[in-house]
């Protein structure tokens, strides 16, 4: 297994990473917050993931991700607090935008 690199704690919502290729390598997005749409770098390209968010009650520190813009089309994959995934062939290089949830 390839580690994610761990972001820098910094707020009180902290990251989602996506990476262009898998086993997080490639290219790297970073976002602190939801984001409705992907820089094209990233958008249709995202082949692993990773969840940094903070945990804890009342908090939305789930992930998810979604195969269109403004989270639209369906949703590609879904992380849980910490989880970080290094290839998964049905959500690989359809991610356009996520968003942070309460749950999966
Ligand atoms: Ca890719
Ligand atoms: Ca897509």
Redo the contacts with the bound molecule.
């Keep these: 297994m390839v580690a994610a690199p761990r972001s820098r704690r910094t707020g009180v919502r902290d990251t989602t990473g996506a990476?262009?290729?898998?086993n997080y390598s490639?290219q790297r997005a970073n976002w602190s917050g939801d984001d409705g749409w992907w820089e094209s770098y990233i958008a249709d390209?995202?082949?692993s993931w990773a969840n940094h968010g903070i945990s804890g009650p009342g908090i939305k520190d789930h992930v998810k991700v979604y195969s269109g813009a403004h989270q639209g089309g369906h949703m590609t994959i879904c992380l849980a607090p910490g989880q970080e995934v290094g290839y998964d062939g049905a959500a690989?290089?359809n991610g356009d935008s996520h968003t942070w949830a309460m749950s999966c």
């Design positions: 990476w262009t290729d898998a490639g390209e995202d082949s690989n290089d």
